[in-house]
T-cell receptor, first 115, second 108 residues
Framework: DAGVIQSPRHEVTEMGQEVTLRCKLI?????LFWYRQTMMRGLELLIY????????DSGMPEDRFSAKMPNASFSTLKIQPSEPRDSAVYFC???FGSGDFYGYTFGSGTRLTVV | AQRVTQPEKLLSVFKGAPVELKCNYS??????LFWYVQYSRQRLQLLLR??SRESIKGFTADLNKGETSFHLKKPFAQEEDSAMYYC??????????FGTGTRLTVIP
């Protein structure tokens, strides 16, 4: 298994543009987490899904952010319209929520720069 | 409510010196703790879990329920240990609550 795969690795966009970040889970994992990492605020949980259902989106900054999980292996995080303060590294992570818990497996992240 | 406290944002030690990264937690349930490491511009990786009682890359961590701590220790720091370290607490069935992290710098 190639692990959790995120794309793109880097994204530079202009303020006001729509940005879509993608994440492919590890096969068999049933929970998906989106995090944002910045120097100022560290690691912030934005939203997580369990069995494709959003469970807690209280960390989503505002209505400009939305996340979907159209199937068991794929998720998107969309920012529309993007703003410079959205610049951060966005990680997704997956886990298997049954039996022995081995923690999360993280993707390599998407470094977003909004200019 | 759960809480994970990593009191040091930055920690510098000399190569060969012992290192201890502090982590304290607050949780009403039975605690299960993890340490994650993030090397420069890389993904977060699981370093160790307390229930495994393992030593990874020379690091160990013991859960002290009396002091509600899960400090990460290594007797002799190496330059390649320089990284960001996150302590995490399992809450619920499969959720992790992360601390704010400690950036460790090992000085040659």
């Amino acid at each position: 298994d190639a692990g959790v795969i995120q794309s793109p690795r880097h994204e530079v966009t202009e303020m006001g543009q729509e940005v879509t970040l993608r994440c492919k889970l590890i096969s068999g994992h049933n929970s998906l987490f989106w995090y944002r990492q910045t120097m100022m605020r560290g690691l912030e949980l934005l939203i997580y899904f369990n069995n494709n259902v959003p469970i807690d989106d209280s960390g989503m900054p505002e209505d400009r952010f939305s996340a979907k999980m159209p199937n068991a292996s794929f998720s998107t995080l969309k920012i529309q319209p993007s703003e410079p303060r959205d610049s951060a590294v966005y990680f997704c992570a997956s886990s298997f929520g049954s039996g022995d818990f081995y923690g999360y497996t993280f993707g390599s992240g998407t470094r977003l720069t909004v200019v | 409510a759960q809480r994970v406290t990593q009191p040091e944002k930055l920690l510098s030690v000399f190569k060969g010196a012992p290192v201890e990264l502090k982590c304290n937690y607050s949780y009403s349930g039975s605690p299960e703790l993890f340490w994650y490491v993030q090397y420069s511009r890389q993904r977060l990786q699981l370093l160790l879990r307390h229930i495994s009682r393992e030593s990874i890359k020379g690091f160990t961590a013991d859960l002290n329920k009396g002091e509600t701590s899960f400090h990460l220790k290594k007797p002799f720091a190496q330059e390649e240990d320089s990284a960001m370290y996150y302590c995490a607490l399992k809450t619920g069935a499969n959720n992790l609550f992360f601390g704010t992290g400690t950036r460790l710098t090992v000085i040659p």
